[in-house]
């Protein structure tokens, strides 16, 4: 079921933003470049606004972003290759890159303001890397490891609900998105570490 939520949103989506990657394309830019363009708008914004405590405007900032990353895979997929194997890998270590300077930024300003929130953000960022390597090594190993609960689109909507919320004067919300996401992360790396015992049994 949750698979099949995921799939039918993303159809949706693709056929939107479709019209606009064959003009991209047209313009000369490629798939590799939106992963670059995004990533360091993502990492320029998360240490500027993050890290100086300007959760709504760095939220902001950062969905713009994000879209650059729907927008390289579409791309990758109207090519007459269809994407290539040195693409994949530069938009999977992209987003690695892209998530760490997110969660590092705010764990400096929790630091910078002794906030006692910081632990709990440890642990969520640590759960979070756990998350995709369980999955990277997995398949390294030639067993698939796809779903769980809390994957990267589901990470990233926990936290910036938080971050936004929190830059809007909601009380607890960043406290909530952080233990959520910590809980959400450890528990789906003891999903997919399950579903590679039970794949290679």
Known sequence: MYLML?????APVTRVITPLCRGLLKLGLTANAMSVIGACGTIASAIWLFGTGHYFAGTLLTLFFILFDLLDGTMARLTQTGGSTWGALLDSTLDRMSDAAVLCAIAYNLHSHSDPLLPVLFVAI?????VSYVKARSESLGIPCNGGFAERTERIIILLLGTGLSGLGVKYALSVSFWVLAIASLYTVAQRMWIVKKSSQ
């Open 6 to 10: 995921q799939r039918s949103f993303r």
């Open 126 to 130: 640590v759960a979070s890397n756990l």
